[in-house]
Nanobody, 123 residues
Framework: QVQLVETGGGLVQAGGSLRLSCEAS????????VGWFRQAPGKERERVGA????????WYAESVKDRFTISRDNAKNTVYLLMNALKPEDTAVYYC????????????????WGQGTQVTVSS
């Protein structure tokens, strides 16, 4: 089993940037594809994007494409979500999740979840 911890959230002005980290313990993260999700108050959880085990493949939701970048450093057991050009509508709790199957993230499925980190974008 793998445990995930997200860090890096906070308050940022619109147009700014944040980098979230998802650090794994328990099992090496290189065994898993990793996805990012977010949930705003009163809204359903939304897929943000995902990265394959090796980092060779990524996909992003249309709402964040060209603004967000997912990368990973398997030596550090960490996956990153770099968020640029942030908008107030990006405000949410961001979660990372791990799964054996990279394609499963497209339908919102994951086996292991972190506790989330709050991102607030002010206008």
């Amino acid at each position: 089993q793998v445990q995930l911890v997200e860090t890096g959230g906070g308050l940022v002005q619109a147009g700014g940037s944040l980098r979230l980290s998802c650090e794994a313990s328990g099992r090496t993260l290189s065994r898993y594809a990793v996805g990012w999700f977010r949930q705003a108050p009163g809204k359903e959880r939304e897929r943000v994007g995902a990265i394959s085990r090796t980092g060779g493949s990524t996909w992003y939701a249309e709402s964040v494409k060209d603004r967000f970048t997912i990368s990973r450093d398997n030596a550090k057991n960490t996956v990153y979500l770099l968020m640029n050009a942030l908008k107030p509508e990006d405000t949410a709790v961001y979660y990372c999740a791990a799964n054996d199957d990279f394609t499963a993230f497209r339908v919102g499925l994951a086996n292991y979840w972190g506790q989330g980190t709050q991102v607030t974008v002010s206008s």
